[in-house]
T-cell receptor
């Protein structure tokens, strides 16, 4: 089955700086890579996703990159704000319609004002 | 519109008891998923439904766990003879045909 590794497990940045979270996956059949933000006591919230037919996607201060050959994908947050503080999860999902999502262990991001 | 809702938000039960956790998906979403999240971990897949049938139940840890979705909308996760190791947050997600999953707030289950 799929295995998703994520690092770092914790990340502290100063407000306004950038944050980068990196993930690798093992199953070459995976072709959809969502990123979730989870605040304390809440369910994961989908913030951005990328499919294997593109290498990069951007949405305001958030961008994701995908290297399918190396099975790497990353989340980049620019101009971080205190409200970006949360746990971020990368995930991978196989093709073929509805499939289970395999999550990474999560990165706890702290943005210091 | 309304998101995925889960009830109860918290459930405390004694070891050995039976519990039911409910999920109301987003209207029109045909796929529904259950995950379990332990402290400090990512969600782990349990089961998913396409319509009324369980299309993949490979993540259910043992036969004490069972889930139903009789009318293709609301789903119930049922746990028999609960054990302390079952304590976790149980998350439900629903998905439209495009595949992205939208999660509910979860039910925190504590087995004492």
């Amino acid at each position: 089955g799929e295995n998703v590794e994520q690092h770092p497990s914790t990340l502290s940045v100063q407000e306004g700086d950038s944050a980068v979270i990196k993930c690798t996956y093992s199953d070459s059949a995976s072709n959809y890579f969502p990123w979730y933000k989870q605040e304390l006591g809440k369910g994961p919230q989908l913030i951005i996703d990328i499919r294997s037919n593109v290498g990069e996607k951007k949405d305001q201060r958030i961008a994701v990159t995908l290297n399918k050959t190396a099975k790497h994908f990353s989340l980049h947050i620019t101009e971080t704000q205190p409200e970006d503080s949360a746990v971020y999860f990368c995930a991978a999902q196989a093709s073929g319609g509805y499939q289970k999502v395999t999550f990474g262990i999560g990165t706890k991001l702290q943005v210091i004002p | 519109g309304a998101g995925v809702s889960q009830t109860p938000s918290n459930k405390v039960t004694e070891k050995g008891k039976y519990v039911e956790l409910r999920c109301d998906p987003i209207s029109g979403h045909t796929a529904l998923y259950w995950y379990r999240q332990s402290l400090g971990q990512g969600p782990e897949f349990l089961i998913y439904f396409q319509g009324t049938g369980a299309a993949d139940d490979s993540g259910l840890p043992n036969d004490r766990f069972f889930a139903v979705r009789p009318e293709g909308s609301v789903s119930t996760l049922k746990i028999q003879r609960t054990e302390r190791g079952d304590s976790a947050v149980y998350l439900c997600a629903s998905s439209p045909t495009s595949g992205e999953q939208y999660f509910g707030p979860g039910t925190r289950l504590t087995v004492t």
